[in-house]
C-alpha cells in the first residue's frame, strides 16, 4: 500500500511541475507590460522585463491635485484592451501585467480609442495577442 501511495504522490508532482514549466515557457514567447492607466484615449502600457527602449517615459499629470506626478520609462499607447475580453472575463485592472505580442503603428486600426485626449505616449502599438493569464 505504502508503495503506491509513493507512486501516487511521485506522478502529482511529476505533473504538477510538467505544467508549470509549460506555462513559464509559454510567457518567454511574450512581451510583458504593466498595465499603467486607462483611458478613453487608449491605455499606457508601460514595458517590463526587456532591455530594448520601445516607448518613452510618460508622466502621468492625471493624478488627483496636491499627489506627485509619476515618470515610467519606456511607456506605448495601446488600443483599448477591452476588445481582448470576453463579456464573462474579469478585465485586467491598472497595476496589472500582461503578456502580450504588438506591432507599431501610426493610428490603430482594432480597438482604437474613443476620444482624442492629449498627455498620452506618442508611441502607439497594437496588440496582436495576449497571453490567458487566468
Same mark, same amino acid.
Given at each position: +500500500?505504502?508503495? #503506491?501511495?509513493?507512486?501516487?504522490?511521485?506522478?502529482?508532482?511529476?505533473?504538477?511541475?510538467?505544467?508549470? %514549466?509549460?506555462? #513559464?515557457?509559454?510567457?518567454?514567447?511574450?512581451?510583458?507590460?504593466?498595465?499603467?492607466?486607462?483611458? %478613453?484615449?487608449?491605455?499606457?502600457?508601460?514595458?517590463?522585463?526587456?532591455?530594448? *527602449?520601445?516607448?518613452?517615459?510618460?508622466?502621468?499629470? +492625471? *493624478?488627483? @491635485?496636491?499627489?506627485?506626478?509619476?515618470?515610467?520609462?519606456? %511607456?506605448?499607447?495601446?488600443?483599448?484592451? @477591452?476588445?481582448?475580453?470576453?463579456? $464573462?472575463?474579469?478585465?485586467?485592472?491598472?497595476?496589472?501585467?500582461?503578456?502580450?505580442?504588438?506591432?507599431? *503603428?501610426?493610428?490603430?486600426?482594432?480597438?482604437?480609442?474613443?476620444? $482624442? #485626449?492629449?498627455?498620452?505616449?506618442?508611441? @502607439?502599438?497594437? #496588440?496582436?495577442?495576449?497571453?490567458?493569464?487566468?
Amino acid at each position: +500500500m505504502n508503495a #503506491i501511495i509513493k507512486i501516487l504522490l511521485i506522478f502529482g508532482i511529476f505533473i504538477c511541475t510538467a505544467f508549470s %514549466c509549460e506555462k #513559464i515557457s509559454e510567457k518567454e514567447n511574450y512581451f510583458s507590460g504593466k498595465i499603467i492607466k486607462f483611458t %478613453c484615449g487608449g491605455t499606457v502600457l508601460q514595458f517590463i522585463n526587456t532591455n530594448e *527602449v520601445i516607448g518613452e517615459t510618460w508622466n502621468n499629470f +492625471m *493624478v488627483s @491635485h496636491g499627489s506627485p506626478i509619476i515618470s515610467y520609462p519606456n %511607456c506605448v499607447l495601446a488600443g483599448n484592451l @477591452h476588445t481582448f475580453f470576453r463579456a $464573462d472575463e474579469i478585465w485586467e485592472k491598472e497595476g496589472d501585467t500582461i503578456f502580450f505580442n504588438y506591432r507599431k *503603428v501610426d493610428f490603430f486600426t482594432v480597438g482604437g480609442p474613443w476620444c $482624442d #485626449i492629449g498627455g498620452l505616449p506618442k508611441t @502607439h502599438i497594437e #496588440i496582436s495577442d495576449i497571453l490567458d493569464s487566468k
